[in-house]
């Protein structure tokens, strides 16, 4: 790299140190190649992201029209998932905006979406990494404001849950994949349900999930249909952003 920039080798040595201590670059244990960071990965994704939040607020909007629900924008960070845009419903009592918010994937219905396109055994990895993370892993805890009474805005779950382990997500997300969507039924909160239908992008790959959450008073006899209704609204945001039209 030195004679190729031309530089002291002690001064790039350096350097390349000061960039992989802020993650531009990273340097492989064993080979002691560097290759591009996640760092520099991360600064792209901000671009792309930048977009689909512009992208998106029609979408959400007209999500918020047909289901008058507070509808989100979800990316995947990790084992987390990331809350990039939401458009409130016009209900008193509602979700307040999660943006900047960041949940356990595996307990959320847009996290299992995000990562319903992977292999089997990335799924597993990810798996045995995050499938024991706290619900809500920061850097705040929004105010949900779902219900009148102090009872049905507990944080406490009440829900059967879907996913308790490896081969009870595996089973889930063939279940996404079968109907193009998932829902969660008082597993994340307690008198909350949701549903969540995935974005995807011009190479086929899932980049976002678009999720609706409410009342289960409200939402909880219709999530089939809350369902059926995100999927065909990611399904034209995906081709908005260059996915073919049938996914």
């Not at 996640?38 to 007209?62: C, D, G, I, K």
């Not at 918020?64 to 084992?79: D, K, M, N, P, Q």
């Not at 845009?85 to 994937?105: K, P």
């Not at 979406?113 to 705040?140: F, K, M, N, Q, T």
Request: glycine share 8%.
């Amino acid at each position: 790299m030195a004679q190729l920039a031309g530089r002291d080798k002690g001064l790039v040595s350096r350097t390349l140190a000061t960039l992989a201590e802020v993650g531009l670059v990273s340097r492989d244990e064993v080979t002691q190649n560097y290759r591009l960071g996640y760092q520099l990965y991360a600064l792209a994704a901000r671009t792309l992201e930048s977009r689909l939040v512009r992208a998106s607020v029609p979408y959400l909007r007209r999500m918020v029209t047909a289901t008058h629900e507070t509808t989100h924008l979800c990316v995947l960070r990790g084992g987390s998932v990331l809350t990039l845009a939401s458009e409130l419903s016009e209900y008193a009592f509602r979700g307040l905006g999660w943006e900047g918010v960041s949940t356990a994937a595996w307990r959320t219905s847009s996290g299992r979406v995000l990562v319903s396109d992977w292999a089997e055994d990335d799924l597993r990895r990810w798996y045995e990494a995050h499938g024991h993370d706290e619900p809500v892993l920061g850097p705040v805890t929004p105010l949900l404001m779902y219900s009148d009474t102090a009872e049905t805005t507990s944080r406490e779950s009440q829900g059967v849950p879907l996913v308790t382990d490896f081969e009870s997500l595996k089973r889930e997300v063939a279940h996404i994949r079968q109907r193009g969507y998932a829902t969660v039924d008082e597993e994340f909160e307690k008198g909350v349900v949701g549903v969540s239908a995935p974005v995807f992008d011009f190479r086929r790959n899932i980049i976002a999930a678009i999720n609706v959450s409410a009342p289960k008073t409200r939402l909880g006899t219709h999530l089939n249909e809350a369902g059926v209704l995100a999927a065909r609204v990611a399904a034209e945001l995906s081709v908005q952003l260059g996915a073919p039209a049938k996914i």
